[in-house]
């Protein structure tokens, strides 16, 4: 006698639910860790209003609602621990759309793991890819069994509201508290608060901290890095190794006259709390069309030589320590933006190699 299509699809429901009972039973119990608690790298600030936010509560009604509501985007916070497990897994809630239309979830609401050798580098070990607001997922499964520490990156265009980090019951695991050196400050626009990366770990200042073993300050706000007075003071309060100022690119729309005014006085603010500490003032990087539109060609010659013009006067003036990065190959000479302002993976990494030598000097100075 034949089954019935009832009795199959009783059957198929009896297998199906056997199958997820073992495959449940295979899976290692889990203990979560609560980030909350922790100090994340990457925050100049302990009062912020969440532990995954960038600037501190007194900020808000100050700077910009604009650069205030991008503040609670968690880029460039990064979270170190350790552990000895074969297997990592992430859960964390964000606030906001999952992903953009030049960029992916995994960059704009992911998390980024990275692992290090035994020789003290920094290699990716794994990234969530979300497809919810909360999402749960094993960012590393398989690894060799061994006590090493890891960072974690936080979203580049999100609002964390939670993250947990789970490994298999009886496995090693400790916050570790994130490096205490002086650091990189990184004062910037959307691209350096990471569009359009393709992943948390990938952004310039990302590349620039593990190359050079420092953590960074990824102050970077997109559309809104534009030297105004308060945020100009916000960055001198942070005990740098270096400021990098990289807000050419949101502040050629304003008139040469502002950009001057904006910017000296964002040095001058910065010198005047820290007499010695190096800046590099950069100028903005070259559209990738711009050598079809005559107009963003000038553009881009209008503000460079404001911008040029600062330097120039300051180092006349005897403000000394600002070393000035021109514009023009920052990205290259090929295609390396996902639009024509926003680098990808590859040109976030020319802009880093193009920093890089200049930092190490300049610290080593």
């Known amino acids: 006698m034949k089954p019935t299509t ?8 009896l297998l199906l639910l056997a199958a997820t009972a073992v ?18 790298g990457g925050r100049a600030w302990d009062d912020t209003p969440t ?17 205030w509501k991008l503040s609670l985007n968690s880029a460039g916070l990064v979270f170190y621990f350790r552990t000895d497990a074969p297997e990592i897994h992430t ?4 606030a906001g759309e999952l992903a953009k239309p030049h960029m992916n979830a995994t960059a704009t609401s992911g998390l980024d793991l990275y692992a290090r050798d035994q020789t003290g580098a920094w290699h990716w070990a794994g990234s969530s890819r979300p497809n919810s607001k909360t999402h749960e997922q094993a960012v590393l499964s398989g690894a060799e069994p061994a006590l090493r520490d890891y960072m ?5 265009y999100n ?5 947990e980090i789970g490994v298999p019951a009886g496995c090693a695991f400790e916050p570790v508290a994130p490096p205490s050196e002086k650091p990189v400050v990184y004062y910037g626009t959307s691209i350096a608060q990471g569009c359009a990366a393709s992943r948390p770990g990938l952004t310039t200042p990302a590349m620039l901290g593990r190359k050079l073993g420092l953590p960074v300050i990824n102050l970077g706000f997109s559309g809104n890095g534009k030297m105004e007075p308060a945020m100009a003071g916000l960055v001198a309060e942070i005990d ?3 400021f990098v100022l990289d807000c050419l690119p949101n502040m050629s729309a304003l008139s040469a006259p502002e950009i001057i005014g904006r910017t000296e006085n964002c040095i001058r603010v910065i010198r005047k709390t820290h007499p ?8 903005d990087r070259t559209y990738g069309h711009a050598w079809l539109v005559p107009k963003l060609r000038q553009k881009h010659a209008d503000a460079r030589a404001a911008l040029r013009s600062v330097h120039e006067k300051l180092a006349a003036g005897g403000v000394t320590g600002v070393t000035y990065i021109p514009g023009a190959q920052l990205l290259g000479d090929d295609d390396t933006t996902v639009d024509g302002s926003h680098p990808g993976d590859l040109g976030l990494f020319r802009q880093a190699e193009i920093l890089l030598p200049v930092l190490k000097q300049v610290l080593k100075n």
């Open 159 to 163: 609002t964390v509201e939670s993250l």
């Open 23 to 40: 495959t449940a039973a295979a899976r290692p119990a889990l203990t979560w860790h609560d980030t909350a608690p922790w100090k994340p």
């Open 51 to 67: 532990p995954f936010s960038r600037l501190p509560r007194r900020a808000e009604g100050e700077v910009t609602k604009a650069v």
């Open 276 to 283: 010695a500490t190096p800046i590099i003032l950069m100028e």
């Open 240 to 242: 740098a190794a270096v």
């Open 6 to 13: 009832a009795l199959r699809a009783t059957l198929a429901t």
């Open 91 to 94: 859960r964390h809630t964000v």
């Open 152 to 156: 974690l990156y936080l979203p580049l």
